[in-house]
C-alpha cells in the first residue's frame, strides 16, 4: 500500500512538471515515504530521514517525509529534524505537490497528519503513470476497523472507507488501456469493503462486477481478514474467470491462547474451517499467511501449535516476523517477556520448516505446464526473464525484455524454495492488449 502511495505522489510530481532524479543528489524535492507496522521499518525509516542531508552540492533541497510515522509522529519529526520542510499523513498524498510550492517559497514547514473525516474523505484521483506496466495496484478501500491488540494501522491508516464500485472499475478500465494485464486490489482488510457505501456492496460483488465488467487478465487482492472470510467469496474462488488461484490469509498465530491476546477474533478451528471452505472449492488453493512470533506471553507450547498450524495447512508461503510492540497498542503495555534470543531462534525454526513445506509444494510443479504472466528481468538469474503463475509463484527462464506483458506457456524444470526455473513450451498464444 505504500508503495502504492508512491507511485501515486510520483505521479503527482510528474504532473507539475518534475523528472525522476537518477542520484538523490540531482534532486530538488525528496520524498521519504515511511511505514511504521514494525519496530525494525520505524527505525530505519528515522535513520533515513536523519541522513538525509538539507543540500547535496550546495544545492537547496525540499525534504518532504510521508507515510505512516508522520500519522502519530509528525510534529516531533518537524522538531527533530530540522532539515525536513513538510510531513504529511497517508490522508493527504493529494497534496504533496501543493505542499512542496508552499515550501519552496518559505511559507511555512506544512504538516497535514490528521485524518479526513469518514463522510468526507475523497479517494486520490488516479493517474496514469506513462511507461509500461504489467501488473498494477487499485485501492478499494482504505483504513480499518478492526482492534488486534499488536496493530498500529489504525493509528497510522484511520477508519475504513470504501470507494464505489464504479470508481474501482473505471480505473480498471483505464489500466487496461494502458496494457496492465493484472490488478491487485488494495485494503487494510479487503473483506469490509462495502460498509461505507450507501448500497452496502460486498467485496465478493465488487470481484463478480469487476469479472464481468472488464476485460483484465488476472486478479489479486490483499489483505483479507480471517473473521471476515465469506462464504460468498470463498464460492467466487469457484466461479470467476480473473481471480488468481491465491489466497493471502493471515494467521498470525497457530493457538487460540495467543490468539485471543492479539483479539483477532477467531480460533484455531473456526480459521482451519475456512482453509478447509476455500479448498473444498479450489483443492489447488495456493494459501501464504503472515506469522508473528514471540508475542507477549507466548510458551514453547503456545509457538509448537503455531508449527503444528503451518505443517496441516501446508502454506505455500509465509512472511514472518518477530514481535515488536507498536506504540498505542493495546499489547505495548502487556510485559514483553519473551526475550530477543529466544524470539530469533523460533523463528528461525519456523522459518526452516517452511522452506521445507515451501519447497514440497514448487518441487510438485516441476514437469507442469504453466502460464506465465512475464513481468520483466529476473532480479535474481541474470540474463533471464521472469513472472508468475496464477498461484503466485516466480518463474525464471531464458527470453528476452519484448515477452514483457505476455502470458507464455512454461515448462517447469526446477524449484527451489522461493522460485520455478522452466523453459518456454509454446509460442506466444495471449498477447497484451
Known amino acids: 500500500m505504500n508503495d502504492h502511495d508512491s507511485q501515486k505522489m510520483e505521479a503527482s510530481l510528474r504532473q507539475k512538471g518534475y523528472v525522476s532524479a537518477v542520484v538523490l543528489s540531482e534532486a530538488d524535492v525528496v520524498v521519504i515515504n515511511t511505514c511504521s507496522i514494525r519496530d525494525r521499518s520505524y527505525q530505519k525509516a528515522v535513520s533515513h530521514i536523519g541522513l538525509t542531508a538539507k543540500t547535496e552540492n550546495g544545492k537547496k533541497q525540499i525534504v518532504a517525509v510521508t507515510g505512516c510515522i508522520v500519522s502519530h509522529d509528525g510534529e516531533k519529526i518537524m522538531k527533530r529534524f530540522p532539515s525536513v520542510d513538510l510531513v504529511l499523513g497517508p490522508d493527504h498524498i493529494a497534496s504533496l505537490p501543493e505542499m512542496v510550492e508552499e515550501a519552496e517559497h518559505r511559507k511555512s514547514r506544512p504538516v497535514r497528519v490528521d485524518f479526513t473525516d469518514i463522510s468526507d474523505y475523497e479517494f486520490p484521483s488516479q493517474i496514469l503513470m506513462g511507461g509500461r506496466r504489467v501488473k498494477a495496484h487499485v485501492t478499494i478501500m482504505k483504513g480499518c476497523d478492526n482492534v488486534c491488540s499488536f496493530c498500529i494501522v489504525p493509528f497510522t491508516r484511520g477508519k475504513e472507507v470504501s470507494r464505489s464500485a464504479g470508481d474501482v472499475i473505471d480505473e480498471i478500465h483505464r489500466l487496461e488501456h494502458e496494457g496492465v494485464r493484472e490488478v491487485m486490489l488494495l485494503g487494510q482488510n479487503v473483506n469490509s469493503y462495502g460498509k461505507t457505501l450507501s448500497d452496502r456492496m460486498s467485496f465478493s460483488k465488487l470481484l463478480r462486477r469487476i469479472d464481468e465488467e472488464t476485460s483484465i487478465d488476472r486478479m489479486r487482492f490483499t489483505s483479507p481478514h480471517p473473521k471476515d472470510l465469506s462464504a460468498a467469496l470463498i464460492e467466487e474462488y469457484g466461479r470467476s474467470s480473473k481471480l488468481c488461484p491465491h489466497m493471502h490469509l493471515p494467521v498470525q498465530s497457530g493457538s487460540d491462547r495467543i490468539l485471543k491476546k492479539m483479539r483477532r477474533s477467531y480460533t484455531r478451528e473456526t480459521y482451519l474451517k475456512k482453509v478447509e471452505a476455500l479448498r473444498r472449492v479450489l483443492p489447488d ?149
Open 285 to 433: 488453493v495456493a494459501i501464504t499467511s503472515d506469522v508473528i512470533v514471540g508475542f507477549p506471553g507466548e510458551t514453547e507450547r503456545n509457538f509448537e501449535e503455531t508449527l503444528s498450524l503451518l505443517k496441516e495447512v501446508h502454506y505455500d508461503a509465509i512472511y514472518s516476523f518477530t514481535y515488536s510492540p507498536r506504540p498505542g497498542t493495546e499489547a505495548a503495555a502487556i510485559p514483553d517477556d519473551v526475550p530477543d534470543s529466544v524470539k530469533k531462534e523460533r523463528l528461525a525454526r519456523l522459518q526452516v520448516l517452511q522452506e521445507e513445506l515451501s519447497l514440497r509444494k514448487n518441487r510438485a510443479e516441476v514437469g507442469k505446464i504453466l502460464p506465465v504472466l512475464v513481468e520483466g528481468a529476473s532480479l535474481d538469474a541474470g540474463g533471464q526473464m521472469s513472472g508468475r503463475t496464477p498461484h503466485a509463484r516466480i518463474v525464471n527462464f531464458d527470453g528476452g525484455p519484448e515477452m514483457t506483458g505476455d502470458i507464455l506457456e512454461v515448462e517447469i524444470t526446477d524449484a527451489s524454495a522461493y522460485s520455478l526455473k522452466g523453459r518456454i513450451a509454446m509460442a506466444r498464444s495471449l498477447h497484451a492488449g
